[in-house]
Nanobody, 115 residues
Framework: QVQLVESGGGLVQPGGSLRLSCAAS????????MGWYRQAPGEERELVAA???????KYADSVKGRFTLSRDNGKRTGYLQMISLKPEDTAVYYC?????????WGKGTLVTVSA
């Protein structure tokens, strides 16, 4: 049984920063490929950032230059560093990882960007 647990969300003012974490637990040695998605109220879930098992990253155009995805395999944790946050970044952020042929999702962490 693998679980992904996100943390680090909260309320931040426009222009502020947050770092989200995604911790994997259970029968897993490391996180290889993973991604961060977000879903704003009334919107569909969208890909924000992803990293392949080879370490290649990709980002949604709306977050390029502001968000950085990284992972620490020793800690089985992935991170999403977010800077220069905008009100339109407000959403529930979900961690995703394909592990052992199955897709796993966290329950999400809420990020609210507001003055």
């Amino acid at each position: 049984q693998v679980q992904l647990v996100e943390s680090g969300g909260g309320l931040v003012q426009p222009g502020g920063s947050l770092r989200l974490s995604c911790a994997a637990s259970g029968s897993i040695f490391s996180i290889n490929a993973m991604g961060w998605y977000r879903q704003a109220p009334g919107e569909e879930r969208e890909l924000v950032a992803a990293i392949s098992s080879g370490g290649n990253t990709k980002y949604a155009d709306s977050v390029k230059g502001r968000f950085t995805l990284s992972r620490d395999n020793g800690k089985r944790t992935g991170y999403l560093q977010m800077i220069s946050l905008k009100p339109e970044d407000t959403a529930v952020y979900y961690c995703y990882a394909p592990i052992g042929g199955m897709d796993y999702w966290g329950k999400g962490t809420l990020v609210t960007v507001s003055a």
